[in-house]
């Protein structure tokens, strides 16, 4: 009783967000994330609605694409007709008291696996180009029926583009969800194995942050923020609680942290190898980015600590 009167932070399933990885193919299990499945469209159906009876009601989405669909421009990523484009506006029929977070990068359609347009002869990544694609991209999507669009391409300058090209094309009520801070992670693995989009030639760290920078990151969420974005993503999560500490300090825009597949992994087989208990750790790491000042967690374990919570399992 005491001890909860002076409890300083808390987790709500409305600070919840579940990412879903979405495919044109029957269901498969991830194997580098347990419980953790692509979803076909009923498969998808039925986990959505899952989740809302459990009070979580907003839904990250992330393509899986079939290598014959990848190319080296990624085209497919503007294709109207395309998986994204066609699950969300039944998605938005079917559920429209859930609202869905469509991502803006091209890694899901690119035959490289970058989320930019690629030099296959320098490996440079062209940036002003393909801020032009996530700008026609965040238009298409979000007359999909997309509520967030999130870029998490970490090109510069992207995030004034798209919220210039949802405004022209009539779409001012659409927000942007920035991943701002966005670290050259190896916690990015299992994510990269249930998409196959793990880059086949050199790496990120020419767009995503050096983890020793902090400055840095402070800088790019200035950036995000003043180009216009209406939420700003600090990823991955619980190596970076200093990071979304600060952001919450010298940002005046909610601040929220994806804890990404490998935080994910990490929990699931040191709990299946008996070395950890789930709920409490789960609770320990959700309640941590929310004292380091996450407004809401992007999650894997969403739904499952949301069932806990419902069942009255967490102390
Ligand atoms: C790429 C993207 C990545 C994730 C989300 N969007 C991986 C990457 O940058 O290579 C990772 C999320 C996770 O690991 O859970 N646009």
């Not at 109207?80 to 890694?107: N, Y």
């Not at 010298?250 to 990404?260: D, F």
């Not at 959700?286 to 399992?313: N, P, Q």
């Amino acid at each position: 009783m005491l001890r909860s009167l002076v409890r300083e932070h808390s987790v709500s399933v409305s600070q919840l967000i579940q990412p879903l990885f979405v495919c044109a193919e029957p269901s498969s299990q991830i194997d580098q994330m347990p419980g953790i499945w692509r979803h076909d469209r009923d498969s998808l159906f039925r986990e959505i609605e899952a989740c809302l009876s459990l009070g979580i009601g907003l839904f990250a989405l992330f393509p899986v694409i079939s290598a014959d669909l990848k190319d080296s421009s990624g085209k497919e990523s503007l294709n109207p007709e395309g998986l994204i484009p066609r699950v969300l506006s039944q998605l938005k029929a079917r559920f429209p008291q859930a609202q869905f977070i469509a991502d803006l990068a091209l890694d899901p359609y690119t035959s490289h696996g970058h989320d930019g347009l690629l030099d296959p002869q320098t490996g440079v990544i062209f940036n002003d180009p393909t801020v032009r694609v996530l700008g026609r991209m965040a238009v298409m999507l979000a007359q999909a029926g997309a509520d967030i669009l999130a870029p998490s391409d970490m090109m510069d300058g992207r995030v004034g583009f798209i919220r210039q090209s949802l405004d022209l094309a009539g779409l001012q009520d659409k927000l942007i969800l920035a991943y701002a801070a966005k670290f050259a992670s190896a916690l990015y693995g299992p994510f990269r194995d249930a998409l196959s989009s793990a880059p086949g030639q050199g790496d990120k760290k020419s767009y995503q942050l050096d983890p020793a920078n902090s400055l840095e990151a402070e800088l790019e969420l200035d950036l995000d923020s003043a180009e216009g974005a209406d939420l700003l993503l600090v990823k991955p999560g619980l190596f970076y609680l200093d990071i979304i500490a600060r952001a919450k300090k010298t940002q005046k825009k909610p601040i929220l942290a994806y804890s990404v597949s490998g935080e994910y992994s990490m929990i699931e087989f040191a709990a299946q190898a008996g070395c950890l208990d789930k709920k409490k750790v789960v609770s320990e790491a959700f309640v941590s980015l929310r004292r380091a000042g996450a407004s809401g967690i992007i999650s894997y374990h969403a739904k499952e600590y949301a069932s806990w919570l419902k069942a009255g399992l967490l102390g």
